[in-house]
């Protein structure tokens, strides 16, 4: 690793991103791109701002930044001994666990980490990287002394139960905890003293079951009160898992609990259906998502299929992100036209929707539209506004598969020779409540016991998830800065479009503009997080 030396930064600077989003040239088909450009990249940032401003002890909220040797940078995590003094540490009870005496290395070293970028050039500095999850040989809980307790918060997710079932092995198998509590009701639940004990016998088969044993809701946050509750209680071990918005949570929770000067570990376990959280691989859940989604796919495909002028639309769950559209598209290979928030598009005119439509029934008779629920939400705005929130404060987006029916249903009623069958299916809930499958039954059993190793270890104001195929501690901030997005620049978008023969529905200025390119946005932080200077000093380097 080389000499190591430590310092922090935070982030800044939001006004170059809408200077560099100003740069679009103004024509009838770059308007609504360049209006959606400068608000994902200017949202992302007040978010960041408006978050950093809650935190009463900003020096406190600094990340932890190590660097070293050739333009090497970790972005580490905190641990106890940052806040508390005469830390006491204890032998590993793993290097006595029988089932482990196979293993030729039981700890991971204290040097290693997981490279954000693994795809470099012979000049390329050695970027950003993360602390590497895993056993360490001390820990800082002795078994008896551990009181957990597990929180479900959001909505639902393919892989809850079996993310609750895991953490409560792994602390019971490996550490020998037996406290462990289940906070009901997601957030709330912390300070209506709705729990139960947890036990190996309890969770024994819960991963085989849809949603979560321990219930979810939204909203519910009161950070003094939760606090409160957790330090009233004696928790010391706090798992969280959720989505962007309960990472958020989860992290003010932190703040709170390193200002009172607590010893209690605070871990995130992201969840997200829509597979939009940033730095990390996937989202546990994500993979069932996509192989669920195939039946409303198939279904719509059989019911275009059969008859004359058949349209078979399929709205998938993708608030901002589409990458479950995507996917599934790219899966089923039955898919015409696939319609993501990323990607904007226009129904009349030439180089339209409505024209692609004509054209593709004229070819073949029938098509299958995928759409995730974001896509389309400018067009819906011109006809229908709506300033509805949920307990989350999520805007409720407008059913952009009705509208759209809707409007594909009135251009073809004026063509006497060319009228259309349309089936809409929205297979939403059924796709995020079922059990996970055994793809994502494995992830998330290396999720939680990641978890568990990292808050026995110290660590605390984390989250936990694969990158690069390796498992890491990625702190708080990194996750909730922003939303991970797909890059309609890069190849996996291409690839959809060589799939489903549709048009990228983008202007030529666009596509050509070399400064506007949506990668240089979505790609910042590939090697330069947005905390370690400005956001043209970050392109420049790129």
Same mark, same amino acid.
């Given at each position: 690793?080389?000499?190591?030396?430590?310092?922090?930064?935070?982030?800044?600077?939001?006004?170059?991103?809408?200077?560099?989003?100003?740069?679009?040239?103004?024509?009838?088909?770059?308007?609504?791109?360049?209006?959606?450009?400068?608000?994902?990249?200017?949202?992302?940032?007040?978010?960041?701002?408006?978050?950093?401003?809650?935190?009463?002890?900003?020096?406190?909220?600094?990340?932890?930044?190590?660097?070293?040797?050739?333009?090497?940078?970790?972005?580490?995590?905190?641990?106890?001994?940052?806040?508390?003094?005469?830390?006491?540490?204890?032998?590993?009870?793993?290097?006595?666990?029988?089932?482990?005496?196979? $293993?030729?290395?039981?700890?991971?070293?204290?040097?290693?980490?997981?490279?954000?970028?693994?795809?470099?050039?012979?000049?390329?500095?050695?970027?950003?990287?993360?602390?590497?999850?895993?056993?360490?040989?001390?820990?800082?809980?002795?078994?008896?002394?551990?009181?957990?307790?597990?929180?479900?918060?959001?909505?639902?997710?393919?892989?809850?139960?079996?993310?609750?079932?895991?953490?409560?092995?792994?602390?019971?198998?490996?550490?020998?905890?037996?406290?462990?509590?289940?906070?009901?009701?997601?957030?709330?639940?912390?300070?209506?003293?709705?729990?139960?004990?947890?036990?190996?016998?309890? $969770?024994?088969?819960?991963?085989?079951?849809?949603?979560?044993?321990?219930?979810?809701?939204?909203?519910?946050?009161?950070?003094?009160?939760?606090?409160?509750?957790?330090?009233?209680?004696?928790?010391?071990?706090?798992?969280?898992?959720?989505?962007?918005?309960?990472?958020?949570?989860?992290?003010?929770?932190?703040?709170?609990?390193?200002?009172?000067?607590?010893?209690?570990?605070?871990?995130?376990?992201?969840?997200?259906?829509?597979?939009?959280?940033?730095?990390?691989?996937?989202?546990?859940?994500?993979?069932?998502?996509?192989?669920?989604?195939?039946?409303?796919?198939?279904?719509?495909?059989?019911?275009?299929?059969?008859?004359?002028?058949?349209?078979?639309?399929?709205?998938?769950?993708?608030?901002?992100?589409?990458?479950?559209?995507?996917?599934?598209?790219?899966?089923?290979?039955?898919?015409?036209?696939?319609?993501?928030?990323?990607?904007?598009?226009?129904?009349?005119?030439?180089?339209?929707?409505?024209?692609?439509?004509?054209?593709?029934?004229?070819?073949?008779?029938?098509? $299958?539209?995928?759409?995730?629920?974001?896509?389309?939400?400018?067009?819906?705005?011109?006809?229908?506004?709506?300033?509805?929130?949920?307990?989350?404060?999520?805007?409720?987006?407008?059913?952009?598969?009705?509208?759209?029916?809707?409007?594909?249903?009135?251009?073809?009623?004026?063509?006497?020779?060319?009228?259309?069958?349309?089936?809409?299916?929205?297979?939403?809930?059924?796709?995020?409540?079922?059990?996970?499958?055994?793809?994502? &039954?494995?992830?998330?059993?290396?999720?939680?016991?990641?978890?568990?190793?990292?808050?026995?270890?110290?660590?605390?104001?984390?989250?936990?998830?694969?990158?690069?195929?390796?498992?890491?501690?990625?702190?708080?901030?990194?996750?909730?800065?922003?939303?991970?997005? $797909?890059?309609?620049?890069?190849?996996?978008?291409?690839?959809?479009?060589?799939?489903?023969?549709?048009?990228?529905?983008?202007?030529?200025?666009?596509?050509?503009?070399?400064?506007?390119?949506?990668?240089?946005?979505?790609?910042?932080?590939?090697?330069?997080?947005?905390?370690?200077?400005?956001?043209?000093?970050?392109?420049? &380097?790129?």
């Amino acid at each position: 690793m080389g000499s190591l030396g430590t310092s922090d930064s935070t982030a800044n600077s939001k006004s170059n991103a809408n200077g560099h989003a100003s740069e679009l040239e103004d024509s009838p088909s770059t308007t609504v791109l360049r209006k959606l450009l400068t608000e994902k990249i200017s949202g992302g940032m007040s978010r960041s701002e408006s978050a950093k401003r809650k935190i009463k002890n900003k020096e406190k909220m600094k990340p932890k930044i190590v660097t070293g040797d050739g333009g090497y940078i970790l972005e580490d995590v905190p641990h106890f001994s940052d806040y508390i003094p005469d830390l006491h540490s204890h032998p590993n009870p793993l290097q006595d666990n029988p089932a482990y005496s196979v $293993v030729k290395q039981y700890f991971v070293d204290v040097d290693d980490t997981v490279a954000q970028k693994i795809v470099v050039q012979k000049n390329s500095k050695r970027g950003t990287h993360f602390r590497r999850a895993g056993p360490r040989q001390k820990v800082y809980f002795e078994s008896d002394e551990v009181k957990a307790c597990i929180v479900t918060c959001g909505g639902l997710c393919p892989g809850l139960n079996t993310v609750v079932r895991e953490l409560v092995c792994a602390l019971y198998s490996i550490y020998g905890v037996t406290k462990i509590l289940g906070i009901k009701g997601g957030y709330k639940g912390f300070y209506s003293c709705n729990t139960i004990e947890l036990t190996p016998k309890l $969770v024994n088969d819960i991963h085989k079951r849809g949603g979560t044993i321990l219930g979810t809701s939204r909203g519910g946050h009161d950070t003094v009160k939760i606090v409160d509750a957790i330090q009233d209680r004696g928790i010391n071990q706090v798992y969280i898992i959720g989505g962007d918005g309960t990472q958020k949570g989860a992290s003010i929770i932190y703040e709170e609990i390193q200002r009172r000067g607590l010893k209690v570990a605070v871990v995130g376990i992201p969840k997200t259906i829509d597979n939009d959280i940033e730095v990390i691989d996937k989202s546990f859940g994500f993979d069932t998502a996509v192989e669920e989604a195939q039946k409303a796919i198939y279904a719509a495909h059989v019911e275009a299929e059969s008859h004359e002028n058949g349209i078979g639309f399929v709205k998938l769950m993708g608030r901002n992100s589409g990458f479950l559209a995507m996917y599934a598209t790219l899966a089923s290979r039955d898919v015409d036209c696939c319609l993501i928030p990323e990607s904007p598009f226009y129904l009349e005119g030439e180089g339209g929707l409505l024209e692609f439509i004509e054209k593709r029934l004229k070819e073949n008779g029938h098509m $299958v539209i995928v759409a995730a629920e974001g896509a389309g939400q400018d067009l819906i705005a011109d006809s229908l506004r709506n300033t509805d929130h949920d307990a989350s404060g999520n805007k409720l987006l407008l059913d952009v598969g009705l509208w759209l029916s809707q409007k594909i249903k009135e251009h073809f009623s004026g063509k006497k020779r060319m009228r259309v069958n349309l089936k809409y299916i929205d297979p939403t809930y059924m796709i995020r409540a079922v059990p996970s499958n055994a793809s994502d &039954n494995i992830y998330s059993t290396l999720l939680a016991q990641s978890a568990v190793h990292g808050a026995m270890a110290g660590y605390t104001g984390f989250t936990v998830g694969s990158i690069n195929g390796r498992h890491a501690y990625i702190p708080y901030h990194r996750i909730t800065e922003k939303q991970k997005k $797909v890059v309609i620049t890069d190849r996996m978008w291409a690839r959809l479009l060589s799939s489903t023969n549709q048009p990228s529905f983008l202007s030529h200025e666009f596509i050509k503009g070399e400064e506007t390119d949506l990668e240089e946005y979505y790609h910042l932080d590939d090697e330069y997080t947005l905390c370690n200077g400005s956001l043209t000093d970050a392109i420049k &380097n790129m």
